[in-house]
């Protein structure tokens, strides 16, 4: 386990630290944890059912399916545009039987997948978040063309990713491929020690 407060990862913390049961490196001015979601499926629409689809969403969730470039946030969860007719949905909540859920409500105007065991989930928070993650990623993160509901895919150090801004201030959150966790841990946290400095 990766104690409150190190900065500083070696070897040995940063492989405890793959699964991101215990992710939680501090520095005064960022922190890097495993973001609250549990449970992440793909719903795709069948052909020519999009407009139905979303109609049904907004009877279940109380909200659009967002526009490409956007999540939003529903009850338990979010939903973020992935491609032309599919969006990814998460859950916060543990159920190992989220996809039947979702199938169940939209069996007949798209396909879902489950998502969870191939991604991640990693919460970048503080007033140093930005510059951090302007090492990494190279689109324009700023407020005024990033704002707050924001999500898209992009490359992380040759790593596919998608990356969100939720509607909390100094926050990000990266999604990656469960079998870069390790790549995609130790990237960030050696762009945050290049900025912030390493603490012993």
């Not at 049904?56 to 399916?65: A, P, V």
Request: with cysteine.
């Amino acid at each position: 386990m990766i104690p409150k407060g190190s900065g500083y990862v070696n070897k040995e913390k940063l492989n405890s630290a793959l699964s991101l049961d215990h992710l939680n490196l501090q520095w005064p001015a960022l922190s890097i944890t495993q973001s609250s979601f549990k449970e992440i499926c793909s719903i795709n629409a069948s052909l020519d059912k999009q407009l139905d689809l979303n109609e049904r969403f907004k009877e279940e969730y109380g909200i659009s399916l967002p526009a490409p470039g956007k999540m939003v946030n529903h009850s338990t969860g979010s939903v973020f545009w992935v491609s032309p007719s599919q969006w990814f949905v998460t859950s916060n909540e543990c159920n190992p039987y989220f996809d039947q859920l979702l199938t169940k409500k939209f069996n007949d105007v798209s396909t879902v997948t489950l998502q969870t065991d191939a991604w991640i989930s990693i919460k970048i928070e503080g007033p140093a978040s930005l510059d951090v993650l302007e090492r990494l990623i190279k689109i324009d993160l700023s407020e005024r063309n990033f704002p707050s509901g924001s999500a898209t895919r992009t490359g992380c150090s040759h790593m596919t990713i998608f990356i969100q801004k939720p509607h909390q201030e100094d926050c990000f959150i990266i999604l990656g491929a469960r079998s870069y966790t390790k790549s995609l841990v130790h990237t960030i946290t050696q762009a945050t020690e290049n900025i912030l400095g390493k603490k012993e």
